[in-house]
Nanobody, 126 residues
Framework: VQLQASGGGLVQTGGSLRLSCVDSEFTLDDYAVGWFRRAPGKEREGVAC???????NYAEDAKGRFTIYRDSAKNTVYLQMNNLKPEDAAVYYCAADRSRNVCNGWPMFLHDYGYWGKGTLVTVSS
């Protein structure tokens, strides 16, 4: 599995970004996929995930603003982020795991995910 996250950038408060997670070798439909983020000085935290059965779970402050979804034709998992706030600024990582037990609830655990991509930086200006 070789995950690649992209789509980060600089956006104003209230703006939107869509992050993409692509794998060049394996079919992401066969994996649970999660998005994590790490802000400066903070621990990496879960943001949203989609299970192998396409169930979704979100961090409390992501609910209503972020949407995680698959595009099977493009072998991509997206994280649509709307109404961005300065506190959303972080490096965002996508992660994946083949287990059917991943992303069946909350919280998200880093150790549940066996594969990680490099991050993409999201900056939100106030």
């Amino acid at each position: 599995v070789q995950l690649q996250a992209s789509g980060g950038g600089l956006v104003q408060t209230g703006g939107s970004l869509r992050l993409s997670c692509v794998d060049s070798e394996f079919t992401l439909d066969d994996y649970a996929v999660g998005w994590f983020r790490r802000a400066p000085g903070k621990e990496r935290e879960g943001v949203a995930c989609v299970s192998r059965s396409d169930g979704t779970n979100y961090a409390e402050d992501a609910k209503g603003r972020f949407t995680i979804y698959r595009d099977s034709a493009k072998n991509t998992v997206y994280l649509q982020m709307n109404n961005l706030k300065p506190e959303d600024a972080a490096v965002y990582y996508c992660a994946a795991d083949r287990s059917r037990n991943v992303c069946n609830g909350w919280p998200m655990f880093l150790h549940d995910y066996g594969y990680w991509g490099k991050g993409t930086l999201v900056t939100v200006s106030s």
